[in-house]
């Protein structure tokens, strides 16, 4: 189960891992927090009135298509975008939205359908979400939570039969490793590097890089992670930034999904390179 902010964000995030694991045979189901009602049209081509007037049914169909292309199942948990405040100071969060929940009530839709779909592995955002976008955080505080008390026989008999996920993840984002190898790829291939602003500041930024435990291959599903991407059309130019590297440089420059394993009830010693690492073991001996 990954559980991710925003339709869009499980294509961004971890999605070649969870291509893979399908081709593989594994059942994936996406947990989405939010209808994200309050993202901006970041296409330009998709930037109209009509659309922005049915934007959350736009999404909800984007979503069904990227489900489609990666495989997986999908599930809303019904909160409302929070959308990302910008300005200093920052104004408040609109009434109601995903980031202003308390996480300990929020975490009920999500601990009933960990106790529905019965996954031995989550996957989540860091407890900085990623980047700050507080629907991202409160993604995290949820997932802990859900995490900690799905598998509780005492708490909530109400949301169904106790079950306690092995294995909690959180996804790697961008780090200034997998950024420089990319980025000299770029040059060495004699390309145009669209990093090389970004590793210039790069000293600003948080980097995660040695927290990394868990590096998933899954170059050959980049392709399919991309089309998933595109399907979200509002969200991703496809003229953009995120497809200015050719594949066959990711795949031979950097051909792993990334992640941290933050909990862990199954024997597994890091690094590893499979997120079942410990869980297969333990059901082929039975
Ligand atoms: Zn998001």
Redesign the pocket.
Known sequence: MTV???P??ESSKGAATMAKYVAEGVQVLVATCTG?ER?SVLNPKMDRPEVLADITNIRRAEMDRAREILGVEQAWLGFVDSGLPEGDPLPPLPEGCFGLQDPEEAAKPLIKLIREFRPHVMTTYDENGGYP?P??IMCHKISVVAFEKAGDPELYPELGEPWQPSKLYYNSGWTRARMLALHEGMLAAGLESPYTEWLEKWADRDDRGDKITTRVECGEYFEVRDDALRAHATQVDPDGFWFHIPLEMQQKVWPTEDFELARSLVDSPVPESDLFAGIREKVDAH
């Open positions: 991710h902010a925003h869009d964000d994200g993202g976008h629907d991202h």
